[in-house]
């Protein structure tokens, strides 16, 4: 049975609520919408109503019955290169050469780097593309299997091998992309698509909004991630992931889906 003071919840606005719903969540990870309308005094339409909204504001998850806690991990550090591409290398393919197969004849196409961004040019079949990359591997590796490539000028941020910084910025408002694949540190309905450092979450989220349509290639270990700078809403791009685990059939209520083969 929760406990709480009653005489908190008399008078108690919308946004109180909101906030006693998601204390007892932070305490007891779920809870049905009985105990709710208990805890609160509140009616059940109110209760659900309640749960709806913080279920849309990526707040909590709302299931069958009432809601359960989304359990978001936290993190500020982020792998070198080399290292990320020993993660997850048979996931990473898998939904590489899923993404590569969605490039058409005279697609023109930007990718972000990363290390499944990468993967994905080993699978690349069409030389009628054109592609943009800030990636330094990228431009290299599309170059040596004769694409047409051009590489955004700016900063080099050695760790990811990106190109990030003013110039960069300035080069994307020329393009106008068909497709865009790019990576993410971290998946999460509240906080969207999200990476550890600004300048490239500036690229990032530069580069995506001028693309009709947007990929975001990810393994199972970015959902219900979160890291430091977000650069896109859920909404703004169609996830490319491995095959998804049950927890995170969840996501498919705030963005399209596609598993790798």
């Known amino acids: 049975m929760i406990e709480i003071n009653q005489k908190?919840?008399?008078?108690?606005?919308?946004?109180?609520?909101?906030?006693?719903?998601?204390r007892i969540l932070e305490e007891k990870k779920a809870?049905?919408?009985?105990?709710?309308?208990?805890?609160?005094?509140?009616?059940?339409s109110t209760v659900r109503r309640d749960l709806t909204a913080l279920h849309q504001s990526g707040r909590l998850y709302k299931v069958y019955g009432g809601a359960t806690a989304i359990d978001n991990s936290y993190t500020a550090a982020e792998d070198d290169m080399s290292t990320k591409r020993e993660l997850y290398a048979e996931e990473k393919t898998a939904i590489a050469r899923k993404?590569?197969?969605l490039v058409k004849p005279h697609d023109f196409v930007y990718l972000d780097a990363g290390s499944t961004t990468l993967r994905l040019?080993?699978?690349?079949?069409?030389k009628a593309a054109t592609y943009v990359t800030n990636g330094i591997s990228h431009a290299a590796h599309l170059?040596?299997?004769?694409?047409?490539?051009?590489?955004?000028?700016?900063q080099l941020k050695a760790l990811t091998e990106a190109i990030t910084g003013t110039e960069a910025l300035a080069n994307l408002d020329n393009y106008n992309f068909t497709k865009g694949f790019f990576g993410t540190n971290g998946i999460s309905p509240k906080s969207g698509f999200s990476t550890p450092d600004s300048a490239e979450g500036i690229i990032k989220g530069a580069a995506?909004?001028?693309?009709?349509?947007?990929?975001?290639?990810?393994?199972?270990?970015?959902?219900?991630?979160?890291?430091?700078i977000s650069f896109a809403?859920?909404?703004a791009a169609t996830i490319i992931t491995g095959r998804l685990r049950e927890q995170d059939r969840k996501y498919r209520e705030y963005t399209t889906i596609i598993e790798g083969e």
């Not at 170059?143 to 700016?154: E, H, M, N, P």
């Open 208 to 228: 995506l909004i001028r693309c009709k349509h947007a990929y975001v290639l990810a393994d199972h270990s970015k959902f219900d991630c979160i890291t430091p």
């Open 8 to 22: 908190e919840v008399i008078g108690m606005l919308t946004e109180e609520r909101y906030a006693t719903i998601l």
């Open 121 to 126: 040019i080993d699978f690349l079949n069409e």
């Open 31 to 44: 809870v049905t919408v009985l105990e709710l309308t208990q805890a609160l005094g509140a009616s059940e």
């Open 233 to 235: 809403r859920l909404s």
């Open 143 to 154: 170059a040596a299997r004769g694409c047409k490539v051009f590489i955004l000028g700016g």
């Open 99 to 101: 993404a590569a197969s």
